[in-house]
């Protein structure tokens, strides 16, 4: 910027220069003045593309970061508003009655896939939970969605997840993650790229806790992709046939708790294997609530209470959930935070 400064200097000297220089050497004088106003002009605009070309540079990320935070929240905020009211049977979609599997009625929607998307919900009143519970208190809503958010939980109830990393939170309540599942006698391992987002809303029984899954966009896989391949090293995959899921824990009059899952997969089997089949596989993901609930019911909550498993080095924060003080990652705790 110095440079700036002096050739507005030279400008506004220039005439006083000129004069002078006219006087002392005549046209060699102009010839010696416009060659130095040459020089420190291209000197100048040299130096003030070069500093302002790192100033914006630097600014605009920030501002890019910033602004891609608010984009992918508001399209998380979005999905959050379309699975709660899928959860209440307020989005307009009928859902089909499957029946039950214990203690979780299941329902199933058609999505223009071969398989269609199921939704399992399981209620246990104030009453119930009590009289269940080995302290004969009910659980809360914040210890089952604590478990089923830790990793511990969800690897209870899939017993074929391996790893979840937290590679960048959008926001409080957002964050990218990438996952990966072992293989068994009827699959290769996968994994897959995910949005997910969380949000706690204050009703007049309790809270309601929410979280839904869904894959990363195009354009999220594409500027993470060094991130991934980080994580993934030489190990092979298959894209995981996840496309959206979704957890709802609701409080309940007089302690009681509704939890809702909705799980749509659509996976690659051959055409010689019953859907029948396929379908009673996937029926089973949205009874996890049910197992959640026992969990809550009869475990003490695992510790610490993390989202990227146990080997992770995800920042933890020590709170209170269900009376019980632990230490649970710094994205639940937020999630768990009123207000």
Known sequence: MLQVLALILVVALMPYLLLDLRQSYGGYGNFMLLSLCGILMTAATAQFLVAMSKQPHHETSKVTQASEEVEWSHYMDQLLDKAIAMSDGTDGKPWRDEGWEQSTQIFSQDMGTRFPAFFGRVEASGDLLRRRSPASLACSAEEVFGLSMSFSGRQISDAFRATDTTIQ????????????????????????????????????????????????????????????????QSQTFKDAPHKFSMVDIQSLPSGGLRVSNILHVDPSVPRFVPSSIVQGFIKTGVCRGATYLEMALKLTLPQPLNMQGPSSTESLEQVTIGGQSCKVSRLLAEILAPG
């Open 169 to 232: 939170r959008f926001g409080p309540r957002s964050w990218l993650s990438y996952q990966t599942w072992t293989g068994n006698h009827v699959q290769a391992p996968q994994a897959g790229l995910f949005l997910q987002a969380a949000r706690r809303t204050s009703c007049p029984d309790g809270p309601r806790f929410t979280c839904v899954t869904v894959p990363a966009p195009a354009a999220l896989a594409s500027e993470y992709g060094e991130q991934v391949a980080e994580i993934k």
